[in-house]
Protein backbone atom coordinates (compact mmCIF):
# COMPACT_ATOMS: atom_id res chain seq x y z
CA UNK A 1 0.00 0.00 0.00
CA UNK A 2 3.07 2.37 0.66
CA UNK A 3 4.49 1.86 -2.57
CA UNK A 4 1.89 2.54 -4.22
CA UNK A 5 0.93 5.30 -2.62
CA UNK A 6 4.53 7.01 -3.29
CA UNK A 7 4.17 6.12 -6.72
CA UNK A 8 0.60 7.82 -7.37
CA UNK A 9 2.42 10.87 -5.19
CA UNK A 10 5.82 10.25 -7.39
CA UNK A 11 3.56 10.82 -10.24
CA UNK A 12 1.55 13.38 -9.38
CA UNK A 13 4.93 15.63 -8.70
CA UNK A 14 6.04 14.89 -11.77
CA UNK A 15 2.88 15.84 -13.69
CA UNK A 16 2.72 19.06 -11.75
CA UNK A 17 6.51 19.80 -12.09
CA UNK A 18 6.41 19.22 -15.71
CA UNK A 19 3.89 21.77 -16.37
CA UNK A 20 4.77 24.04 -14.07
CA UNK A 21 8.11 24.62 -15.60
CA UNK A 22 6.81 24.58 -19.47
CA UNK A 23 7.20 27.48 -21.29
CA UNK A 24 4.33 29.20 -23.29
CA UNK A 25 3.09 29.45 -26.65
CA UNK A 26 2.71 33.63 -27.01
CA UNK A 27 -0.13 34.11 -28.59
CA UNK A 28 0.82 36.55 -31.41
CA UNK A 29 2.78 34.36 -32.72
CA UNK A 30 -0.49 31.88 -33.31
CA UNK A 31 -1.22 31.42 -36.80
CA UNK A 32 -5.37 33.57 -37.03
CA UNK A 33 -6.94 30.52 -37.63
CA UNK A 34 -5.55 29.05 -34.27
CA UNK A 35 -8.27 28.87 -31.43
CA UNK A 36 -7.49 29.20 -27.77
CA UNK A 37 -8.15 25.53 -27.15
CA UNK A 38 -5.51 24.49 -29.66
CA UNK A 39 -3.08 26.34 -29.02
CA UNK A 40 -3.38 24.90 -25.56
CA UNK A 41 -2.75 21.82 -26.73
CA UNK A 42 -0.09 22.51 -28.78
CA UNK A 43 1.45 24.09 -25.65
CA UNK A 44 1.29 20.95 -23.72
CA UNK A 45 2.87 18.76 -26.19
CA UNK A 46 6.13 21.30 -26.89
CA UNK A 47 6.35 23.47 -24.01
CA UNK A 48 9.54 22.08 -22.62
CA UNK A 49 10.75 21.98 -26.24
CA UNK A 50 10.28 25.88 -25.95
CA UNK A 51 11.95 26.34 -22.75
CA UNK A 52 14.96 24.63 -24.51
CA UNK A 53 14.93 27.18 -27.66
CA UNK A 54 14.78 29.65 -25.03
CA UNK A 55 18.12 28.52 -23.29
CA UNK A 56 19.81 28.29 -27.11
CA UNK A 57 18.10 25.54 -28.90
CA UNK A 58 18.59 25.90 -32.68
CA UNK A 59 15.25 26.04 -34.86
CA UNK A 60 15.89 23.49 -37.07
CA UNK A 61 16.31 20.89 -33.89
CA UNK A 62 13.65 22.43 -32.33
CA UNK A 63 11.19 22.07 -35.43
CA UNK A 64 12.32 18.15 -35.97
CA UNK A 65 11.38 17.66 -32.31
CA UNK A 66 8.14 19.25 -32.22
CA UNK A 67 7.25 17.70 -35.54
CA UNK A 68 8.24 13.78 -33.80
CA UNK A 69 6.39 14.97 -30.81
CA UNK A 70 3.12 16.33 -32.18
CA UNK A 71 2.25 13.71 -34.96
CA UNK A 72 3.36 10.81 -32.61
CA UNK A 73 0.58 12.07 -30.44
CA UNK A 74 -1.97 12.87 -34.08
CA UNK A 75 -1.43 9.42 -34.40
CA UNK A 76 -2.04 7.79 -31.21
CA UNK A 77 -5.05 10.74 -30.56
CA UNK A 78 -3.68 12.99 -28.18
CA UNK A 79 -4.49 15.70 -30.05
CA UNK A 80 -7.97 16.35 -28.89
CA UNK A 81 -9.45 16.11 -32.67
CA UNK A 82 -6.94 19.03 -33.64
CA UNK A 83 -5.48 18.36 -36.98
CA UNK A 84 -1.37 17.61 -36.98
CA UNK A 85 -1.05 20.47 -39.68
CA UNK A 86 -2.75 23.09 -37.28
CA UNK A 87 -0.60 21.99 -34.61
CA UNK A 88 2.70 22.11 -36.40
CA UNK A 89 1.61 26.05 -37.26
CA UNK A 90 1.15 26.90 -34.20
CA UNK A 91 4.56 24.77 -32.81
CA UNK A 92 6.60 26.37 -35.44
CA UNK A 93 5.48 29.91 -34.99
CA UNK A 94 6.50 29.89 -31.48
CA UNK A 95 9.62 28.53 -32.07
CA UNK A 96 10.62 30.70 -34.60
CA UNK A 97 9.51 34.09 -32.69
CA UNK A 98 11.02 32.01 -28.97
CA UNK A 99 14.30 31.71 -31.66
CA UNK A 100 14.36 35.41 -32.89
CA UNK A 101 13.57 36.30 -28.93
CA UNK A 102 16.35 34.82 -27.77
CA UNK A 103 19.09 35.82 -30.76
CA UNK A 104 17.88 39.54 -30.63
CA UNK A 105 16.52 40.57 -27.17
CA UNK A 106 17.72 44.22 -27.48
CA UNK A 107 15.60 44.30 -30.46
CA UNK A 108 12.51 43.10 -29.01
CA UNK A 109 12.79 45.31 -26.25
CA UNK A 110 13.75 48.64 -28.04
CA UNK A 111 10.60 48.59 -30.25
CA UNK A 112 7.63 47.84 -28.18
CA UNK A 113 8.03 51.65 -27.43
CA UNK A 114 8.51 52.78 -31.29
CA UNK A 115 5.49 49.71 -32.41
CA UNK A 116 3.38 51.29 -29.57
CA UNK A 117 3.55 54.84 -30.67
CA UNK A 118 3.33 54.31 -34.04
CA UNK A 119 -0.03 52.05 -33.87
CA UNK A 120 -1.44 54.37 -30.65
CA UNK A 121 -4.60 55.40 -33.01
CA UNK A 122 -5.37 51.96 -33.92
CA UNK A 123 -4.62 50.37 -29.90
CA UNK A 124 -7.39 53.22 -28.72
CA UNK A 125 -10.55 52.05 -31.78
CA UNK A 126 -9.78 48.92 -30.79
CA UNK A 127 -10.73 49.36 -26.91
CA UNK A 128 -12.69 51.33 -27.96
CA UNK A 129 -14.55 49.07 -29.79
CA UNK A 130 -14.90 51.00 -33.23
CA UNK A 131 -13.08 47.93 -34.71
CA UNK A 132 -12.34 44.39 -34.65
CA UNK A 133 -9.26 42.76 -33.63
CA UNK A 134 -8.91 41.78 -37.73
CA UNK A 135 -9.52 45.35 -38.64
CA UNK A 136 -7.05 46.32 -35.79
CA UNK A 137 -4.23 44.14 -37.09
CA UNK A 138 -4.75 44.95 -40.59
CA UNK A 139 -4.50 48.74 -39.92
CA UNK A 140 -1.63 48.06 -37.08
CA UNK A 141 0.30 46.52 -40.39
CA UNK A 142 -0.79 49.62 -42.67
CA UNK A 143 0.47 51.82 -39.95
CA UNK A 144 3.68 50.12 -39.93
CA UNK A 145 4.31 50.49 -43.50
CA UNK A 146 3.89 53.90 -43.88
CA UNK A 147 5.94 54.62 -41.22
CA UNK A 148 8.81 53.04 -43.31
CA UNK A 149 7.32 54.36 -46.49
CA UNK A 150 5.01 57.93 -46.03
CA UNK A 151 3.95 57.31 -49.62
CA UNK A 152 2.62 53.78 -49.42
CA UNK A 153 -1.19 53.52 -50.09
CA UNK A 154 -2.40 50.12 -48.99
CA UNK A 155 -5.67 51.05 -51.84
CA UNK A 156 -3.55 51.22 -54.75
CA UNK A 157 -0.71 48.81 -53.98
CA UNK A 158 -3.31 45.76 -52.60
CA UNK A 159 -5.19 46.51 -55.92
CA UNK A 160 -2.43 45.42 -58.14
CA UNK A 161 -1.60 41.79 -59.32
CA UNK A 162 0.63 40.49 -56.18
CA UNK A 163 3.71 40.36 -58.10
CA UNK A 164 3.53 44.19 -59.02
CA UNK A 165 2.86 45.17 -55.49
CA UNK A 166 5.16 47.94 -54.00
CA UNK A 167 4.96 46.66 -50.44
CA UNK A 168 8.03 48.62 -48.25
CA UNK A 169 10.41 45.89 -46.70
CA UNK A 170 9.88 45.62 -42.54
CA UNK A 171 11.04 43.29 -40.11
CA UNK A 172 8.33 40.74 -39.39
CA UNK A 173 9.19 40.84 -35.63
CA UNK A 174 7.77 44.17 -35.72
CA UNK A 175 4.28 42.75 -37.20
CA UNK A 176 4.59 40.05 -33.88
CA UNK A 177 5.28 42.87 -31.57
CA UNK A 178 1.83 44.84 -32.77
CA UNK A 179 -0.43 42.14 -32.59
CA UNK A 180 1.12 41.61 -28.52
CA UNK A 181 0.77 45.05 -28.32
CA UNK A 182 -3.14 44.69 -29.70
CA UNK A 183 -3.52 41.40 -27.33
CA UNK A 184 -2.43 43.23 -24.28
CA UNK A 185 -4.69 46.18 -24.55
CA UNK A 186 -8.49 44.45 -24.68
Known sequence: MKTIKSII???????FTTTTYAAEVPRESAPCYT???????????IGDILNKVQSGLGYADARAK???????AWLNGQTCGYSYGELVDIANNSIWQYRDMYLRPDFYINNIERVQT????????????????????????????QFVNPTFNPDV????????????SVDSSLFIIARKLLLESK
Open 66 to 72: SNVIIFN
Open 118 to 145: IIAPVIEDYKSGKITYTEAEFNARIAIY
Open 9 to 15: ILTMVTI
Open 157 to 168: EFAKDTCCRDIP
Open 35 to 45: TNDSIIVAESL
